[in-house]
T-cell receptor, first 114, second 114 residues
């Protein structure tokens, strides 16, 4: 049973560019959340997708956008990259339902912005 | 403001002894708490959770205690093993607005010395 998978593993971009990160949820999960983890910090919630719509959003600018496909996989897009966007981007999947559903994380994509 | 705080950045424990990791929270709307373990270059791995209707939950060597009046929870690992060496994150979710996101602490790096 495959867990949460993310691609690519690492990515290097320059300021002003755009990036797309991809996530496939754990089998049986229909909800995908994205988190940003800066060095020395805990993961910070970006947004959550359910039924192909953004269900909840954290305190991130509109440069961060996402998409969920009918097969529940998801993409995170970041436009106009800034140096401060350098971080580990984590995808987590869960089942729909009450907030007590546990989220399971993928290995992350390490984004470096030069 | 940090709603979930892990005040000890690091902890060293001898193999076979008890490890106690602490976490405090400020948001009284939080009603579900989780602990994740993270190795370098991997995503967080779910360890154990507890609902606010309980004050203790046990799973093998791992026990989580919740003190709602003090807004404090702790993770006990007995006996500690070298493979437990990792960064441990406390996370919380709640009802109402923001109920789908996990709010994380900054983590505690546990080192178990053989």
């Amino acid at each position: 049973d495959a867990g949460v998978t993310q691609s690519p593993t690492h990515l290097i971009k320059t300021r002003g560019q755009q990036v797309t990160l991809r996530c496939s949820p754990k089998s049986g999960h229909d909800t995908v959340s994205w988190y940003q983890q800066a060095l020395g910090q805990g993961p910070q919630f970006i947004f959550q997708y359910y039924e192909e719509e953004e269900r909840q959003r954290g305190n991130f600018p509109d440069r961060f956008s996402g998409h969920q496909f009918p097969n529940y996989s998801s993409e995170l897009n970041v436009n106009a990259l800034l140096l401060g966007d350098s971080a580990l981007y984590l995808c987590a999947s869960s089942t729909s339902g009450p907030s007590t559903d546990t989220q399971y994380f993928g290995p992350g994509t390490r984004l470096t912005v030069l | 403001d940090q709603q979930v705080k892990q005040n000890s950045p690091s902890l060293s424990v001898q193999e076979g002894r008890i490890s106690i990791l602490n976490c405090d929270y400020t948001n009284s709307m939080f009603d579900y708490f989780l602990w994740y373990k993270k190795y370098p270059a991997e995503g967080p791995t779910f360890l154990i959770s507890i609902s606010s209707i309980k004050d203790k939950n046990e799973d093998g060597r791992f026990t989580v205690f919740l003190n709602k009046s003090a807004k404090h929870l702790s993770l006990h690992i007995v006996p500690s093993q070298p493979g437990d060496s990792a960064v441990y994150f406390c996370a919380a979710s709640g009802t109402g607005a923001g109920s789908y996101q996990l709010t994380f602490g900054k983590g505690t790096k546990l080192s178990v010395i053989p």
